[in-house]
């Protein structure tokens, strides 16, 4: 997206931007590498049991918390000036879709299986927070459009967005459990360099420096002797 933005909507990243989308993508390859498998749910009925999990309701009640927070009292001051904060919203608000998604995926499955998924109240409530997770994600995306360029709000909203979708995950599959300390650690060393990759973005956006500008500067600087 960044790359396509630079040809059809004439936005520009600098060499920060550029090395900071690198680390991003060279950190969730290494996420994903040392990622542990999903833990498989088969039936609505299991589905709700992980949903009602202590620690799994302890991190939506927070998330649900933050996001309003930044809704009703951050967005109004800052979002027009902070690219995070439209961004955020729709990261934190991404982990309630795509875990409703996961619940109707195996709703639909069932069905196709000729087993009664009707009368189950979780259908009609993953339904209703899909609906209004997407409906959010998406109102609040178009404004980080349309006050930020697309070759910025896109690398960082896929970071923040893949990085709360995996937490979330994470707490709800219990894949910690099944992890060897290798991958622990390769999982939070791709986590760091996509932080990396994040704040280049973000910190160095407004810096004007291009790769032929410094490799110039660096062929002024005088030899040591």
């Known amino acids: 997206s960044a790359v396509l933005s630079s040809y059809f909507l004439n936005e520009k990243l600098n060499i920060h931007g550029k090395l900071g989308c690198i680390l991003s993508i060279l950190g969730s390859t290494v996420m994903v590498i040392h990622a542990p498998g999903e833990e498989e749910v088969t039936s609505l009925d299991e589905m709700e049991r992980k949903l009602q999990d202590p620690a799994f309701v302890t991190f939506a009640v927070l998330l649900t918390v933050i996001a309003l927070v930044l809704i009703v009292v951050v967005a109004p001051k800052r979002g027009r000036t902070n690219i995070l904060i439209y961004v955020l919203i729709c990261s934190l608000i991404g982990a309630f879709s795509v875990s409703s998604v996961k619940g109707l995926g ?120």
């Open 106 to 225: 195996i709703a639909i499955k069932q069905m196709l299986e000729q087993k009664p998924v009707y009368g189950h109240p979780l259908v009609y409530i993953l339904v209703g927070v899909l609906v209004l997770s997407v409906s959010t994600q998406i109102n609040y995306l178009n404004k980080a459009l349309d006050m930020f360029n697309t070759s910025l709000v896109t690398p960082i909203y896929y970071v923040c967005f893949t990085t709360t979708v995996a937490t979330c995950s994470i707490i709800l599959f219990k894949e910690w459990s099944s992890m060897e300390p290798g991958d622990i650690i390769g999982t939070l060393s791709g986590f760091c360099s996509i932080i990396i990759g994040i704040f280049l973005l973000h910190a160095f956006k407004n810096t004007n420096i291009t790769w032929s500008q410094l490799m110039s500067t660096v062929a002024k600087e005088p030899s040591l002797p």
